[in-house]
């Protein structure tokens, strides 16, 4: 019989020894479990030992343990060279090949050898936990464990129920995750499980962007780190992940959802991982690479002349009053209803383009350049010129954005800018995951935070943002671009329309 996850004598069973084999054993061992690994490789098992004790010596020698607990952890530890000795194991995790047969073939396997109630976990990424388990005589205990690369440092691990997974399965995985010091979060199995399903915005509206000719990736990963508060911008993120992987997985996960459009990717990618344009592994990617070190292109110095006079508006627009207040020590700002024939005309669209404001407003799409205002005018600002800008106009644009010290990014004419659009396709992804139930709100949160490192999660950056706005941005881009990718989801509209959080649950 299982014996209590609080039981000093409960022992987990770790197949595969890789990088997240190894992750897994290391947090089982430091949380208090007895653990038997295996590998089919018996040196690379030896190895994968001594450097789960080693990691384990260097948490003490920092402190972050102490002596006596770190010899008792790595005391649990035994490595076996049979499948048939993780008979008395009461939870067995898989890590091993992301392959589908060879992973039902190894659970046939442990079926034969484990308790009849004995725990079995996959800690696949992308494959289906339904059809793994769908091999198993008992697939009410086969439950998706994913962890995130380093396993010690990412505290979160997706729990993924199949089809036919009990209820009891998933506490019991919950609980070793808490006493492993990760939080868990429960996903219905789906491509992509929740981190990986929710994350596909921050790539895919990224590479869109480029594929349109509105900016490099540079510059978007530049408004994403200094703007929105991003740790990484998303091709930074695709050099370090490689495009090899991340490539394969944005086609797959578009494939899994019989190509949603959501979740599209661009031709462009496919052409780049053909060429080995993988990123820091192959030391070409988005960015050259000398010495494992991103080599970022320079920033040219922004131009200087700045313009006689300008008009911010529409008058009654919240977002060109922020501009008008910002830059009026700057620049003489004309105060009519209409610009004078020579203004610069400067607008604050949100999820539209600066061409179609522009004509909408009745100005002189030459004249008129758009600028940012979605997350304020502290940091870096992203400056829009409209598909027939005066170069002059948008130069001197330039200059006046670049005189209050701030770095200005200058892109094409898109709906919605760089942040704005790439924002709020993140945020519509999760709230569609919420509708969907595949996960709750306060899981997605916790995922992406945790998983990805996003500044906060998707549906609260839906909040503090607000989410009229949110959904503002996604129907005038949908309405622009007649594309079924930026229909709100139902979750965003009815919340937005009601003025409550998206984090609120249905009842």
Not at 20 to 30: D, E, H, N, P
Not at 287 to 314: F, H, M, N, Q, S
Not at 355 to 375: E, K, N, S
Request: with cysteine.
């Amino acid at each position: 019989m299982v014996r209590s996850v609080t039981s000093p004598e409960f022992l987990i069973g770790v197949v595969g020894t890789g990088i997240m084999g190894r992750g897994i054993v290391q947090i089982a061992l430091t949380g208090g479990f007895r653990v038997k690994m295996y590998d089919s490789d018996v040196a690379q098992s030896e190895r994968a030992r001594e450097f789960v004790c080693a990691m384990i010596d260097r948490a003490a020698e920092k402190d972050r343990m102490t002596r006596e607990d770190a010899d008792a952890a790595k005391s649990r530890l035994d490595t076996v060279a049979d499948l048939a000795e993780l008979a008395e194991c009461d939870l067995v995790v898989e890590a091993i090949v992301e392959n589908l047969e060879i992973k039902q073939t190894l659970f046939r396997e442990l079926e034969r050898h484990v308790a009849d109630d004995a725990y079995l976990a996959s800690n696949t990424s992308s494959l289906s936990v339904t059809q793994i388990a769908s091999v198993c005589r008992a697939p009410q205990r086969v439950a998706g464990y994913h962890f995130f690369n380093p396993v010690p440092l990412l505290k979160v691990v997706e729990v993924v129920g199949g089809q036919l997974t009990a209820s009891a399965t998933l506490e019991v995985l919950d609980a070793v995750a808490s006493k492993c010091g990760h939080e868990p979060v429960r996903a219905q199995d789906s491509p992509g499980f929740l981190v990986n399903h929710a994350g596909r915005g921050f790539y895919t509206e990224a590479v869109r962007i480029v594929a349109e000719g509105i900016a490099q990736p540079n510059q978007i990963d530049d408004v994403m780190r200094e703007c929105a508060g991003f740790r990484v911008g998303p091709f930074e993120l695709m050099d370090t992940t490689g495009l090899d992987v991340s490539g394969v997985v944005m086609e797959s996960i578009y494939e899994q959802f019989y190509q949603e459009q959501r979740f599209a990717p661009q031709p462009f990618i496919r052409n780049r991982m053909a060429a080995g344009l993988h990123g820091r592994k192959t030391g070409r990617g988005f960015y050259d690479y000398k010495e494992g070190k991103k080599v970022a292109p320079t920033e040219p110095d922004p131009p200087t002349a700045l313009p006689e006079r300008v008009w911010i508006g529409p008058q009654d627009d919240d977002n060109a009053a922020l501009l008008r207040e910002s830059l009026a020590s700057r620049v003489r700002i004309e105060t009519g209803a209409e610009p004078s024939p020579d203004a610069v005309c400067i607008i604050a669209p949100l999820g539209a383009d600066v061409t179609t404001t522009a004509v909408d407003l009745g100005l002189d799409p030459r004249r008129t350049v758009g600028v940012d205002t979605l997350f304020g005018l502290e940091s870096r600002l992203t400056l829009m010129t409209s598909s027939f800008a005066d170069i002059a106009v948008r130069d001197s644009a330039h200059a006046l954005l670049a005189a209050g010290g701030n770095a200005v990014t200058v892109i094409h004419d898109s709906p919605g800018f760089i942040a704005q659009r790439m924002i709020a396709t993140i945020v519509n992804i999760s709230a569609e995951i919420a509708q969907k139930r595949i996960a709750t709100p306060e899981d997605i949160n916790k995922a992406v935070h945790l998983g990805l490192a996003y500044p906060q999660g998707p549906l609260e950056f839906g909040d503090s943002l607000g989410a009229g706005r949110i959904l503002q941005i996604l129907r005038t881009m949908h309405e622009f671009y007649g594309d079924p990718r930026y229909r709100p989801s139902p979750w965003l509209v009815r919340r937005a329309r009601a003025g409550v959080s998206l984090m609120t649950p249905e009842t």
